[in-house]
């Protein structure tokens, strides 16, 4: 079966008017573009594209590196005030008390030489009978968990 490019060839006054020299034998194959209207087909710049990847990567990664630090900041905070919880805990209930505290009240602790007392006096409301040798420590809220959460001091 004949196609039309050869029905042109065999006539004999037909001259093709494609130069043979600027154009592709098979043209889909190409890397480049073959005619005025193909697209423009740029070679990539490997490096570029692996710098804009890894620059990405980079923002994305320090990004969530920040995030958790912040997070593990928070954590520290928070392991930190249990820890000073503790502390004062450790010292109101080595002190002497003279009364069954409340979860929710606030108290006092002061100290007597090296000897600690809690006290339900506020440092303000002692007027002119505070005893001389009682140094105010903190003013405390005993919690839930029978912590104390240091207040003022």
């Known amino acids: 079966m004949e196609n039309a490019t050869d029905k042109l060839a065999a006539h004999p ?10 154009t592709a034998e098979n043209p ?3 890397a480049y573009p073959h005619h005025i209207g193909s697209i423009v087909v740029r070679p990539e710049d490997v490096g570029k594209l692996k710098s804009r ?15 958790i630090q912040k ?5 520290v905070s928070q392991a930190n005030e ?10 109101i209930y080595s002190a002497s008390m003279s009364f069954e505290p409340f979860v ?12 600690y007392k809690l ?11 505070k005893p001389l040798n009682l140094l ?14 240091i207040i003022s001091g």
């Not at 105010?136 to 959460?149: G, I, N, Q, R």
């Open 82 to 91: 249990i820890k000073k919880r503790m502390d004062v805990s450790e010292k």
């Open 53 to 67: 990847a890894l620059s990405a990567m980079h923002e994305q990664t320090n990004m969530h590196l920040l995030q």
């Open 71 to 75: 997070q593990v900041e928070l954590l």
């Open 119 to 129: 006290m339900m006096i506020a440092p303000d409301e002692w007027g002119k009978s």
């Open 104 to 115: 929710g009240g606030i108290y006092h602790l002061y100290k007597n030489d090296e000897l």
């Open 13 to 22: 006054n037909h001259i093709n008017p494609i130069d043979k020299d600027k």
């Open 136 to 149: 105010f420590v903190s003013s405390v809220k005993l919690l839930s968990d029978h912590t104390w959460e």
């Open 28 to 30: 889909a194959l190409l």
